[in-house]
């Protein structure tokens, strides 16, 4: 649960950096271009890490449930 707390407050941290410092990033952005550009993107970043966040969170809630406890968790290959 505090992984899911703490990439969710730096998931927060960067949408509001982006929304503060937009035209700045997007002026940024067109100087640099390429792949360090897109690093730029710091919404896009919100959106990885807040769903990462989530999955955790998520998780952890299965996890503390008392009625899971007894679940077993396997993984499922998707080739």
Known sequence: ???AL???AVAMALW???SLACESLRSTRLQV???WG???Q???WW???SGFGIAWFLTGLVIAHPSTRHLRIRRIALI
């Open 42 to 44: 710091l919404h896009a």
């Open 6 to 8: 703490l990439a969710n």
């Open 47 to 49: 959106h990885l890490i």
């Open 1 to 3: 649960m505090l992984i």
């Open 33 to 35: 271009n390429g792949l």
């Open 16 to 18: 509001i950096s982006d």
């Open 38 to 40: 897109a690093l730029l």
